[in-house]
């Protein structure tokens, strides 16, 4: 019976932000470039400046923003199959890691000198190096970030996404980049799929008989495989803080005076509550995620269809408009654009040492 009321509750909101996923994913596909996801986080700020009453669709709302956005990255395991990624990533694997490494540096720096919020530094810096949405998608819940600043990190790595898309392939023509090198190129500093996929599109425009769509498109899904590291690291660290703050307040009810002991146990209390847990640090849809991959790479081998994985892929894909949708509508756009300069430098100081870092990492192994 609870889960049934808890389940009418979750519905109006579940629904609302579908029916507004719906019209973006036609959209996005109208416009690939953009993608469905950012049109749903757009529409979602839109729709949030006039619609301020949403008391029967708050926690659906909340629902989607959060569980719904977990399912959609498990379900991206589908859409991978290890084998390939093997067989093709091993020979992008230095560049991958360099890109990856050079962007959470920047990112971590910048977060300091600037004072940018460690959360919006984090998943700018994640959503950058690994794989743009995606990457935020899997990262947000790990961090326990705020809605707002998963907006605004999804806005600064979609600003970055297209005029990477853009540029580039103008960028390795003129560098004289071989169709491989391209590949390997939009594969490392592209961030998005979507956005490698235009990207090596164009360079095949460009290039007849070219074919690096498929080459970028797996160098793409190796760089995916950086979430499950990356996300379990966080969470440990996470955790790490919370114990080291467990222990600062435990020192500081030690020495307090009476008229402040109170206060100080209930905020030890707290941190207790949060304190080191493996189940609670490990984000588990992560390990489903690879579970996902597991079962595809199998199944591909036995000789199934990489069709039959089609709907899996297009539904993921649907639940994260669905959540960016659900985003946008907690976000407060007025504050989000007034506190969005520093993490646009982010962004862009992150984009040009990613590309620099790929171009020099092929320069040094010969593949340039």
């Given amino acids: 019976m609870i889960f049934l009321e808890k389940i009418k509750l979750y519905?109006?909101?579940i629904l609302v932000c579908a029916a507004i996923a719906l019209g973006c994913t036609f959209l996005g596909q109208a416009f690939p470039l953009i993608g469905g996801p950012v049109f749903g986080i757009l529409a979602g700020m839109a729709i949030a400046l006039v619609w301020k009453r949403r008391d029967r669709t708050s926690q659906g709302i909340t629902f989607t923003s959060k569980k719904i956005l977990q399912y959609a990255v498990i379900l991206l395991g589908f859409g991978l199959n290890l084998a390939e990624?093997?067989?093709?990533?091993?020979?992008?694997?230095?560049?991958?890691?360099?890109?990856?490494?050079t962007a959470l540096i920047v990112a971590f720096v910048l977060c300091k000198a600037l004072h940018i919020p460690e959360r919006i530094a984090t998943l700018v810096g994640v959503g950058s190096s690994i794989c743009g949405g995606s990457a935020i998608a899997a990262?947000?819940?790990?961090?326990?970030?705020?809605?707002?600043e998963v907006a605004q990190a999804i806005s600064v790595i979609?600003?970055?996404?297209v005029i990477a898309a853009l540029v580039f392939p103008t960028l390795g023509s003129v560098l004289g980049l071989s169709n491989e090198g391209f590949a390997l190129f939009a594969g490392t500093a592209v961030n998005d799929t979507s956005s490698v996929t235009a990207a090596a599109a164009a360079w095949d425009g460009m290039h007849p008989g070219a074919n690096t769509l498929d080459q970028a498109t797996i160098v793409k899904l190796t760089r995916t495989l950086a979430i499950i590291p990356i996300t379990f690291v966080l969470a440990l660290w996470g955790a790490h803080k919370v114990k080291k703050a467990h222990k600062q307040k435990r020192a500081e009810l030690a020495a307090a005076h009476e008229d402040r002991a109170a206060e100080l146990e209930g905020e030890v209390h707290e941190l207790h509550n949060e304190g080191f847990s493996l189940k609670r640090s490990f984000p588990l849809f992560i390990l489903y995620f690879l579970l996902a991959s597991l079962i595809t790479t199998i199944a591909l081998?036995?000789?199934?269809?990489a069709?039959?994985?089609?709907?899996?892929?297009?539904?993921?894909?649907?639940?994260?408009t669905m959540a960016m949708v659900a985003i946008g509508l907690n976000t407060d756009l007025v504050k989000l654009v007034k506190s969005g300069g520093k993490p646009i430098f982010l962004g862009f100081c992150c984009c040009l040492a990613i590309a620099g870092v790929s171009l020099g990492m092929q320069y040094m192994l010969g593949l340039w």
């Fill in 158 to 161: 979609f600003l970055f996404n």
């Fill in 301 to 305: 081998s036995c000789g199934v269809s």
């Fill in 307 to 320: 069709e039959a994985f089609a709907p899996i892929k297009t539904l993921s894909k649907f639940f994260i």
């Fill in 139 to 148: 990262t947000a819940p790990v961090i326990k970030a705020r809605d707002e």
């Fill in 85 to 101: 990624v093997v067989r093709v990533g091993a020979q992008s694997l230095p560049v991958i890691v360099s890109t990856i490494a």
């Fill in 11 to 13: 519905i109006p909101g």
